[in-house]
DNA sequence: CGGTCCTCTTGAATGGCATTCAAGCCAATG
DNA sequence: CATTGGCTTGAATGCCATTCAAGAGGACCG
């Protein structure tokens, strides 16, 4: 930085990079992903790509950044909806992201980085799931249990393509399982 | 087999390659685990594992196949206790086989057979729960529902090792949900 | 016994991949 | 205008899954 900078286009590269490696990550997949046709895609070279991320990882990390800022974002349209509605909306909204977390999950295993996303992500979306509980006024004692089945149901709808009728019917029995019953 | 044959050995041989590859998939991971590894430490040139298998896919079939025929003998060993002991029998076992859980799915969205075995299993396991969960006397309505946060939640135990009492929380939870109430 | 067919094995390709290396371009600074 | 450092690249390197062509060697037939 002290000497010479030109670095407005250059953060605005490796945003373009992250973009196009998003796309082709989520409709192709990871693996499917070589950096060469990453490269290609974002008319650079496959070397340039490593001056801009330490390795493939990284870059599906900066993905993975970018989708969660994405979907946060959108999920304050529906943060006043009840429980199961807002559950439902959060499955189909990542739906199209399955490939991304089966990618997560076999990458975390050889990838300090990948995993560490991945524990931080599970931190996250429990204590979120876990005020969510609380404030629902869920019974206090299996508070923890609850939270887990919950992350893992959701993960396991994402993993699982269901029809409609069917992922409504699971968010419907979270929901019901949490909600103080009705009467 | 018309003409000639030297049958016993060769099929000896494709199962001491499973039995390598099994312990190498379940030690270090399908992905870093090459076909020149896995050949070596079976005593063959690489080549040679081609003669038994279509590709790599195909040995990690054999390996599941393997891995859930046993799993399949030990569980008789518990099918008597109630559901929440069986449960946490379940998951302890097939713990060590995390690597395999995400093995399957990220590999699922790239190999058909690999997507098949993963479908096969989804259907046999969810069955089985299925009749489980009626025998109990569990609640008609949402069975289907209840079906599938118990295999999800599985999959995510099996995938996310945690510690034991935080196991066994959640397992009992799953259990307090299916079981008519105590009293 | 000699030939032949089949099972099985292998060394040496082939093509793809992530990643690295050395060299150079080019904008801005001095 | 010369230098410097951000940025780019063509050409390696080394690992990988998979294929190919060639060949052992046992079993059967005559």
Not at 57 to 65: P, Q, T
Not at 103 to 129: C, E, K, Y
Not at 150 to 164: D, K, R, Y
Request: charged residues 20%; contains cysteine.
């Amino acid at each position: 930085m002290s000497k010479n900078r030109r670095p407005k286009a250059s953060q605005e590269k490796r945003a373009e990079i992250v973009t196009v490696a998003r796309t082709l990550f989520v409709d192709a997949g990871y693996d499917a992903t070589s950096m060469g046709r990453l490269a290609a895609a974002a008319g650079v070279a496959s070397n340039t790509i490593y001056w801009y991320f330490a390795d493939k990882d990284a870059v599906l990390i900066a993905v993975l950044d970018d989708v969660m800022a994405d979907a946060w974002d959108e999920y304050q349209s529906v943060a006043a909806e009840p429980i199961s509605v807002r559950l439902l909306w959060v499955v189909r909204q990542l739906q199209q992201l399955s490939r991304l977390v089966s990618t997560v999950h076999a990458r975390a295993g050889r990838s300090p980085s990948v995993a560490l996303w991945h524990d931080n992500f599970h931190l996250q979306t429990s204590s979120l799931f876990r005020s969510e509980l609380e404030a629902a006024g869920s019974a206090a004692d299996s508070l923890d249990a609850e939270v887990m089945i919950g992350v893992f149901a959701i993960e396991g709808l994402l993993m699982h393509p269901l029809s409609e009728e069917r992922q409504r019917t699971v968010c419907d029995a979270l929901a019901a399982r949490w909600i103080p019953p009705p009467l």
